[in-house]
């Protein structure tokens, strides 16, 4: 144990997700001894994104605003939503170019285990969103692994009885990896060659 | 002499993926159930990336002949074949999904600690998955099986017919998670159940794994026959078994 302050950044750093207590040991070092303005960046960083960032009230992307870019864009066809687990993956679709309608942020996957059920996810809030007559395709984008495809099985056989069109990324994308890791050509294909969802 | 040490650090074994734990930027630490070296929690290297070698063969609920590197802290997946894949038949059906979840997490916290329990307890989790993804039977009556043959193996079998605690010869009609199921007149502990006759010999169908007499059970008493597994699972597990609650049942009908 070391004394007082150091010892609480170590144990906040080892509090982060992939950080074990060696590694937290080692940045919370590395810090100490770095130079100060550049820390100091780092902490203002942090409380930036903690005091500005909040969640797009609509879809649950990262915004510094009630509604974020995507949703306030007239430019985006409000026909189509696509549906991912996390913020980062709006990115990875984004980086495509081949979608343009908007987006909606579960907020994770479907893991009993982990203690993630349906509840868990905004799920509520995407049907509030299909209330609207607007949407007529919901295009389901979680990651191509077993706990995305659990929850694109749920969705699909929750909105089979509101009358949309539900689409599943094609299968050509890699089975087992994450999202964000899916190349932007494979993954504008796998946008190109959606398949229906509802069996 | 670098081949010996590599020979001597790593070993093969057939495991089922429990689940799954994202690790830093792209690695996994899975955690498996193996036939002869019971819980085993491996790193997998760069696994979340959708070029990784190993592809869909870590992803829960899936059985591979291994071959495991001691690692410094935890053990590495040096290569993973695959043996059987029961996901993609698993997920295609939500309530198979929330019953594996349910069977993974039980197995996970029956073998944490207990190596000598693992070819037994292996091969029941095998043996439930696969049933479970051909859809041999209801996928609640698949998990309520397991897990009381899953707790009878690691040594709480409960009774079905004779009183759990005196032995006096049934059938008796209370229950009691804590005497270890059935007891008679004389040993029941005041506000005990009363489950329906036709309950209790469901869940003898289901321990003893008589599935001619389970599979045409009425959903009323396949649903009385949950709570009273469930009730006898956190009773020995000490702690409910969280994906318990997420499981997906069919309704109890009118
Ligand atoms: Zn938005
Ligand atoms: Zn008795």
Known sequence: ?????????????????????????????HILEADKDDMMRLAAAITGVKERVKFCQVCGNVSEQDMCSICRDPRRDASVICVVEESKDVLAVERTRAFRGRYHVLGGAINPIAGIGPDQLRIRELLTRLNDDAVTEIIIATNPNLEGEATSTYLARMLKTIGVTVTRLASGLPVGGDLEYADEVTLGRAFEGRRSAIS | MAETTFAARSYRDDGVVLRTHRLGEADRIVVFLTRRHGQV???????????????????????????????????????????????????????????????????ERL??????????????????LAALSRGAHEPGLILDSYLLRALATAGWAPSFTDCARCGGAGPHSAFSAALGGIVCPGCRPPGSPAPAAETVALLAALLSGDWAAADPSEPVHRREAAGLVAAYAQWHLERAVGSLRLVEREPAGP
């Open chain 1, 1 to 29: 144990m070391y004394e007082g302050a150091v010892q609480d950044l170590i144990d906040e750093l080892g509090r982060l997700p992939g950080i074990g207590p060696k590694s937290a040991q080692r940045l919370a070092f």
């Open chain 2, 41 to 107: 929690r491996a790193v997998a290297r760069g696994v979340r990336r959708t070029s990784s070698r190993f592809g869909a063969r870590l992803e829960p609920f899936m059985v591979a002949d291994l071959q495991l590197v001691h690692g410094r802290s935890l053990e590495v997946v040096s290569q993973a074949v695959a043996r059987a894949s029961y996901g993609a038949s698993i997920v295609s059906d939500y309530a198979r999904y929330t019953v594996a979840a349910a069977m993974a997490e039980t197995a």
């Open chain 2, 111 to 128: 073998t944490a600690s207990d190596t000598d329990a693992g070819p037994a307890q292996y091969q029941l989790l095998v043996g439930a």
